[in-house]
């Protein structure tokens, strides 16, 4: 049942609603029109005498056809996000109060719109959800109530999205409990399924039906329940894209849940929707949510999940983008890869792939989220494929590779790694050695920089070449720096991919990790001339957060070329810009057609 513009546009607006769990005297108990009033109810002294009146009260108002119903589920909404924790009222039979509600609004379509009664499924899912949020004995009080199929009911989206939102995010919240995984495990079918269309589909119907019409189509209690009654068009468009963000990203935690399990992998881990997950971001309205790369990296846990990730080439170059960015996410990027690398039935399909990319971040030393030392592990997955390895872990048909690219970046680790560091030890065992050659190369350095300012850029990538063979491992801010000014001339010369390689080496080799500013600027305008919007958002976004105090402490003003970067990589990359882009297509299709059956009814 989908409700209709015409029919609730003469609800009133929240700001009344929004302050009634402020001021439960909102009406005396003299003038309320029922005996088992919940807003009179909470505010009854005696505590034996209370609790009896609030069990009848949650059998009585799913009855009655009060007014008040929403003033009261508005306040029980506050209370439970006030102490989520409390188990009074769910103990007194709230639950059961709240599925019947929403039974009642699926099911009852005169009753839904009367009076205000739009907003109650809303309340009541909100309320489920909350209550359940953290404690496994409030979830089973909720599963023994039977709140389930009323939630799966609004998440097939018998009303609208908003109740979608609240349905899966109470859902996702009741599945995280191993205790009563089983009890949900019964509809789980039904609800990978829910899941995966609502994670596809959530945004473009977000857009299309409320953020891409005119004010005046927009619905009214919509309207209300973003902004709380007190916002404008942009507070509205504002909040629906973050409404938006987390229904796709409750919908993946809902997936989690049931494939950290190993359930429904087959239902989940088809190519089509492993495609579209590894665009699934979240974005910067969601950044604490993993959003897609999060649901691959649980995947990637599983035998099947290991397999069918490395099947889909998307996913895989999703990664590898992920794991040289300056995302928060990046090393969940990383720790896919590694884990498909340390599975020799998926080794051999991404290694042409992964490695390239990896090779970059073996000097990764500093800690990204709940990692660190990332190098060494990279280091060490990726050697056993070389042919002088002594560690024999693999079978030898997958021990190395035909591809040139792949192999000279195992060629160029292998020197850095073994080769050059145990080199290193024996020669410049001495301060003063590795003090001389310092000097030499910042000697060199300063010769490259000359070149380059003087137009010579492809000698100046010589000069910062010999300067970094020459650099001992251990100087890693003068490597760093070489690596950012040998991208710099990679990016003059209109080669993205080696600036991309370049200024990557430099950003692991800052410390911390990804916070040396000229090499992320560098970075993100490469990112540019190749497209990858998001990339270079997530460069910029970074490179401000580093230099956003000087060393003062004051405020400095940010570049206009990095905000206009900014302002064009937002527009690009934003969770609409896809949904945009397949409205137009539509349009222009259509037009397309229709144009054509013009011409064919002329001729």
Not at 168 to 197: N, P, T
Not at 199 to 227: I, N
Request: glycine share 6%.
């Amino acid at each position: 049942m989908k409700t209709t513009a015409t029919s609730i546009t003469n609800t009133p607006p929240l700001s009344k609603l929004a302050s009634a769990p402020k001021n439960f005297n909102h009406q005396t108990t003299d003038h309320c029109t029922s005996p088992w009033c919940f807003l009179c109810t909470i505010e009854e002294p005696n505590p034996l005498l209370r609790r009896a009146k609030l069990i009848r009260c949650f059998k009585d108002i799913p009855l009655r056809h009060d007014l008040d119903h929403v003033l009261a589920l508005s306040s029980m909404w506050h209370m439970a996000m006030n102490q989520p924790d409390d188990p009074e009222l769910p103990s007194l039979g709230i639950f059961t109060c709240m599925a019947r509600l929403i039974h009642k609004g699926v099911t009852d379509k005169e009753w839904l719109l009367r009076d205000h009664n739009i907003y109650i499924p809303y309340y009541a899912a909100h309320i489920v959800g909350t209550y359940t949020m953290s404690r496994a004995k409030l979830a089973e009080m909720a599963i023994r109530s039977g709140v389930v199929p009323p939630l799966i009911e609004l998440l097939r989206g018998r009303i609208s999205w908003v109740e979608q939102r609240v349905a899966v995010r109470a859902l996702g919240h009741l599945a995280s409990y191993d205790a009563i995984f089983e009890s949900l495990a019964v509809y789980e079918g039904e609800i990978i399924r829910l899941a995966m269309e609502l994670a596809r589909t959530c945004l473009r119907v977000v857009y299309s039906s409320f953020v891409g019409v005119s004010e005046s189509k927009r619905l009214k209690y919509l309207c209300d329940l973003l902004t709380r009654g007190v916002g404008g068009l942009e507070t509205e468009n504002r909040k629906a894209e973050e409404w938006a963000s987390q229904t796709q990203c409750w919908s993946l935690y809902l997936l989690n849940c049931f494939a950290s399990k190993e359930r429904a992998l087959d239902l989940i881990c088809k190519q089509q929707f492993l495609a579209e997950l590894s665009s699934m971001w979240g974005g910067l309205v969601n950044h604490s949510s993993p959003a897609g790369v999060g649901t691959i990296r649980i995947l990637c846990y599983s035998k099947l999940g290991r397999d069918r990730v490395a099947e889909c080439q998307k996913v895989v170059e999703c990664l590898c983008n992920l794991s040289r960015s300056s995302d928060d996410w990046q090393y969940v990027g990383i720790d896919c890869l590694l884990l498909l690398l340390k599975d020799v039935d998926t080794r051999f399909r991404v290694f042409d792939r992964a490695v390239p990319c990896l090779v970059d971040l073996a000097e990764l030393r500093g800690r990204l989220g709940n990692r660190s030392n990332l190098g060494e592990a990279i280091t060490k997955t990726l050697l056993v494929s070389h042919p002088r390895s002594t560690e024999i872990k693999l079978p030898s048909q997958f021990k190395y590779t035909s591809c040139k690219a792949t192999q000279r970046a195992l060629e160029e680790l292998w020197d850095m790694k073994v080769e050059r560091r145990n080199k290193e030890r024996r020669s410049l065992a001495s301060q003063e050695r590795i003090e001389e050659r310092r000097v030499l190369v910042g000697l060199i350095r300063q010769r490259g920089s000359h070149l380059f300012w003087l137009g010579k850029v492809e000698k100046a990538i010589e000069k910062y070449s010999e300067a970094l063979d020459k650099c001992p491992l251990g100087l890693r801010k003068q490597r760093m720096k070489l690596y950012s000014n040998r991208g710099q001339c990679h990016l003059v010369l209109g080669d993205h991919d080696g600036a991309i390689r370049d200024t990557t080496r430099a950003l692991c080799l800052s410390d911390p990790p990804n916070s040396h500013g000229k090499s992320l600027w560098r970075r993100s305008q490469a990112y540019d001339m190749k497209g990858m919007a998001k990339e270079s958002l997530m460069d910029c976004v970074m490179f401000i957060n580093i230099g956003s105090l000087d060393k003062g402490g004051k405020r400095t003003k940010i570049p206009y070329c990095v905000a206009r970067m900014i302002s064009k990589q937002m527009e690009a990359s934003s969770l609409f810009s896809r949904t945009c882009e397949l409205e137009q297509n539509d349009r222009h299709r259509i037009h397309g057609q229709m144009s054509l059956g013009s011409c064919s009814r002329a001729s």
